[in-house]
């Protein structure tokens, strides 16, 4: 099946394919959107058990890098970029500077950062080889270098905006958080959580880094699989995406859903299944645009650190418009955040 066949092309600019026998090098770079700039958007390195599903994650995560970075006013369009994992995981120097060369003859249309499974180091890697890169080491007070805490910022002041909306809550204290994934991002958003007063459940595919974090906290770990179904005041996913679908979204027992990960909607149709279950929803391209901000403004040169603090403190205001419209016109908060973007990028 060719790209455009796919379910989730969505009149993407390209999507390319490299390959590069020496270091072992399968990648793929979707471009959604260039319509206000180069398409921005990490890189991910993966295990995909089926190929293609590499190919229909850049296309899905491309198109949210278009709508996340229109949302949040940068001056970039969508791009993503997926380096397929062997079974072991084994990542190169030699395989990350071939996917450098491949980013550089796209001539800038792409300029990557990090995603799940890439690091500063790897970013140095890519580097060498091309000039489209941000979330490099930076100075402090600078904006850029590793988008993770930045991201875990700003999903926690949108994590807290959800509780003043849906729950009242002028602060966290006592609010149960229901949080998969114990990474960069959900790590982060814990800690910030817990040093608030929150209550916390904690899950993670890796249990004895849930464990650990748990401990850290005073917080509760459930297993991966039981995490949806934790009754809370919120639930947050911030692991990897499609979590929210026909089979899991009776399963929620919260009445918010907010948290960092891409993609958490499965299909469109999960956006209308959360809406009828009166379950308020932060569109996660929306509340997680920390990072972005934070290495679109290294790559731009534009501002430093207290501009990128500036820009991420805007996220719940954004959340609060999108909110105010779905109860308005009782339409999903996803639905109305899509609407917005769309015709930021002129597709609308």
């Not at 190929?51 to 229909?56: F, I, K, L, Y």
């Not at 919120?234 to 990897?240: K, Y």
């Not at 016109?329 to 639905?335: K, L, V």
Request: negative net charge.
């Amino acid at each position: 099946m060719a790209a455009w066949d796919l379910p989730d092309f969505d009149d993407h600019e390209g999507v390319h394919l490299f390959r590069d026998r020496a270091s072992g090098l399968t990648a793929v770079i979707a471009i959604h959107s260039t319509t206000l700039g180069p398409a921005a958007g990490g890189v991910r390195y993966w295990h995909y058990s089926q190929r293609a599903d590499a190919v229909t994650d850049a296309l899905r995560l491309s198109r949210g890098m278009s709508y996340k970075n229109a949302m949040a006013g940068l001056p970039m369009g969508g791009g993503k970029g997926v380096i397929l994992a062997d079974a072991d995981g084994a990542k190169t120097p030699e395989m990350l500077h071939a996917f450098g060369r491949a980013i550089d003859t796209l001539g800038g249309r792409y300029v990557t950062a990090e995603d799940v499974g890439i690091n500063e180091a790897d970013m140095i890697a890519i580097a060498g080889q091309t000039r489209f890169v941000s979330g490099l080491p930076v100075g402090a007070g600078a904006a850029g270098g590793d988008p993770g805490p930045v991201t875990a910022h700003g999903v926690y002041l949108g994590v807290c905006a959800a509780a003043r909306a849906a729950l009242g809550r002028a602060d966290m204290r006592g609010v149960h958080v229901a949080i998969q994934g114990g990474g960069s991002v959900g790590g982060g958003l814990a800690r910030k959580l817990a040093a608030d007063g929150a209550r916390l459940t904690l899950a993670d595919v890796n249990a004895d880094r849930a464990r650990a974090l748990a401990d850290e906290l005073g917080a509760q770990v459930v297993t991966a699989d039981a995490i949806i179904g934790v009754e809370a005041d919120i639930f947050s996913p911030n692991a990897l995406g499609a979590v929210l679908n026909i089979h899991s979204i009776p399963l929620l027992r919260a009445g918010v859903v907010a948290g960092g990960a891409n993609n958490q909607l499965a299909t469109p149709a999960d956006a209308a299944r959360l809406h009828a279950r009166g379950i308020l929803y932060a569109p996660d391209y929306v509340i997680n645009a920390g990072g972005i901000i934070n290495v679109a403004l290294e790559y731009l040169g534009h501002g430093d650190r207290a501009e990128v603090d500036a820009r991420v403190a805007l996220i719940p205001d954004r959340l609060r418009t999108i909110w105010a419209e779905s109860a308005a016109s009782d339409r999903p908060a996803a639905d109305v955040a899509d609407a917005m973007a769309q015709r930021l990028i002129g597709r609308g």
